[in-house]
């Protein structure tokens, strides 16, 4: 499954054939893209360019908009404006946890679309400022983000609570991840390219 900017479109490859599953609104272009677990697409869309970009997440049903995750309950935007994308994972319990690269943090919406929290990577307390990139959940209902500067990854409650970074298998700028059905964790290195395959619990 991949997404295109220039024609809008959400497609998959299919036996060889391409299938065009979503078409964005006018003016919206899709980028990052998470598959729940009931077959629903998460889809950050953004409109404009440069700092003033705007940036929502979709969540589609086939072709239907079935919920837009854009503002809070005081009408304030959840994303920051911004170029850089939305990573995007969903929890078991229905949470859809965000890593805002445009402000370096994670923010987790619920099932409603309110806030529930956010993390700034302070509890860490690492050397270097927090800057997120990919995030995944596991069967525990963990959050994991890497973090770029500090080479680690953050690990979290479904709750927000800081439980320990991942900074002992050598990884280097980590800026993407995924968790695979052993539970391990295979993770891209945003200097070499390599993926390092790590079990962390």
């Known amino acids: 499954m991949y997404s295109v900017a220039i024609s809008r479109t959400v497609s998959i490859i299919r036996d060889g054939k391409i299938e065009t599953l979503i078409t964005t609104q006018q003016d919206w272009r899709p980028w990052t893209l998470c598959f729940t677990m ?4 998460l889809v950050h869309v953004y409109t404009g360019s440069g700092p003033q970009t705007k940036n929502k997440i979709i969540r589609y049903q086939g072709q239907n908009i079935k919920e837009e995750i854009t503002n809070d309950r005081q009408g ?3 994303f920051k404006d911004g170029k850089y994308s939305l990573c995007m994972s969903e929890n078991n319990n229905g949470d859809v946890c965000v890593s805002d690269l445009n402000v370096d ?3 987790v919406v619920d099932k409603t679309g309110r806030i529930r929290f956010q993390y ?10 927090f800057d997120p990139r990919g995030i995944v959940t596991d069967a525990l209902s963990q959050i994991i983000v890497t973090d770029y500067n500090n080479d680690c990854l953050h690990v979290l409650d479904q709750d927000g609570q800081f439980l320990r ?3 002992d298998c050598g990884l280097e700028k980590p800026v993407r991840l995924s968790v695979d059905s052993e539970g391990r964790l295979w993770v891209v290195s945003g200097k070499s390219g390599e993926i390092k395959v790590i079990e962390y619990w």
Do not use: F, L, M, Q
């Open 105 to 107: 943090t994670v923010v």
């Open 76 to 78: 304030n935007s959840i």
């Open 165 to 167: 970074c991942v900074d």
């Open 38 to 41: 009931s077959g629903e697409i």
């Open 120 to 129: 700034d990577g302070a509890p860490a307390r690492r050397e270097k400022s």
